[in-house]
């Protein structure tokens, strides 16, 4: 015959100027538990202390009573020890506490000292984790020679179509804006000195050298290199990467390359055209403004800019490109198997795209004013 379950019980004891409370039995939410005011009854003590030695099993009634008592002891200024409860129990009474108090606001801050180990940790540890990566791109670059039969070509295609056509309407419109607001704020200063003509030496210069591979790396961080995140963390969401690794399939030369093949050769590309649209707003901003002939303003254009200067547009471009398809594979292969994970790796994607895109931009500056070009 089965015995019966001991029905929940806290029996209470004085020893060494505390009162000690022993909890005991099965705490079950469908049976009655006891209340801490009927425990603690007339007594004021100094400290509680909760035992959890003869404790069977509990569930969410347990929480209950602890959270009374604890509770109870706040506002009466007694001080409660839970110390020796299981550290599961505790972290699920904190837990329980704060879905109940939602309004009240706890300080987890950390002091400074351990903030900025915390924040050095976690640099180091995506330092690592950036030159691993960047370590088998490039052996997987070094294989491709005898590999390039086995490249898949079509996804390449397919990702030089999807971040090269089809952002040619968004570039054409934000290099088109460009110009025409570099021409403007020229004209406003060279009008003055009656060197109208100059405008066109600006918007050239400044688009083929600056903001031509600038503005064209800026839109596709935002719009490729986010997409490539969103569909990498997806799939490792999805498993798909940890399929591709148990048949022998290296995700790198599967999923990466061939994205880093395609930025890296359209970007030059969608520059070029982007330096022409920068340009032809400049032109428009000259004609309509300062009856510059269309002629004239070309010609002055082909007179200020070189083979030395769009060469420099579009190594920064190259560059560009391939940071970009770094950032966005680098954060999809590192986001979390979640949805909220793979949205904080594509937001991660566009800002560590655009902060390399900037650092390496003033890299190139200084090394090109320190080479004369």
């Not at 004021?44 to 009573?65: C, H, I, Q, Y």
């Not at 409860?85 to 706890?106: V, W």
């Not at 179509?161 to 570099?182: D, N, R």
Request: glycine share 10%; aromatic share 6%.
């Amino acid at each position: 015959m089965s015995v019966p379950p001991e029905p929940a019980r806290a029996a209470i004891r004085t020893e060494g100027g505390q009162l000690e409370v022993d909890l005991g039995g099965e705490w079950r939410i469908s049976d009655r538990r006891p209340a801490w005011a009927e425990v603690l009854g007339a007594q004021k003590p100094g400290r509680v202390r909760f035992n959890a030695a003869e404790l069977e099993s509990w569930d969410t009634s347990l929480l209950l009573f602890l959270l009374e008592a604890s509770t109870d002891c706040r506002k009466s200024g007694i001080d409660c020890d839970l110390a020796s409860l299981p550290g599961k129990m505790r972290t699920l009474l904190d837990q329980f506490e704060a879905s109940l108090n939602p309004g009240e606001k706890r300080d987890h801050r950390d002091n400074l000292l351990t903030s900025v180990g915390l924040a050095t940790a976690h640099a180091s540890t995506n330092l690592r984790g950036i030159f691993h990566f960047v370590g088998e791109c490039v052996l997987s670059v070094a294989r491709f020679p005898k590999r390039a039969g086995k490249f898949r070509w079509g996804d390449c295609l397919d990702q030089m179509q999807e971040c090269g056509a089809m952002s040619l309407p968004i570039v054409s419109l934000i290099s088109f804006l460009v110009g025409l607001t570099l021409a403007y704020q020229a004209a406003v200063e060279l009008r003055q000195f009656g060197a109208d003509i100059f405008v066109a030496d600006i918007v050239g210069l400044s688009t083929v050298r600056e903001m031509g591979p600038m503005m064209a790396a800026v839109i596709l961080a935002g719009r490729t290199g986010a997409a490539f995140a969103a569909t990498i963390g997806n799939m490792k969401a999805n498993e798909e990467i940890d399929a591709l690794e148990v048949v022998g399939l290296s995700p790198i030369d599967f999923l990466v390359l061939p994205r880093l093949l395609a930025l890296g050769l359209m970007m030059p590309l969608l520059t070029l055209y982007a330096n022409c649209v920068g340009i032809l707003g400049g032109m428009v901003v000259a004609g309509g403004i300062l009856q510059i002939p269309a002629s004239a303003y070309w010609i002055e254009t082909q007179s200020s800019i070189d083979l030395t200067d769009l060469g420099v547009g579009v190594i920064k471009a190259t560059t560009f490109g391939l940071l970009i398809g770094l950032s966005g594979c680098l954060r999809g292969l590192q986001a979390e198997r979640s949805a909220a994970g793979v949205g904080r790796a594509t937001t991660s994607a566009v800002v560590t795209a655009i902060l390399l895109i900037v650092v390496a931009d003033s890299l190139y500056a200084v090394l090109f004013h320190a080479m004369g070009i």
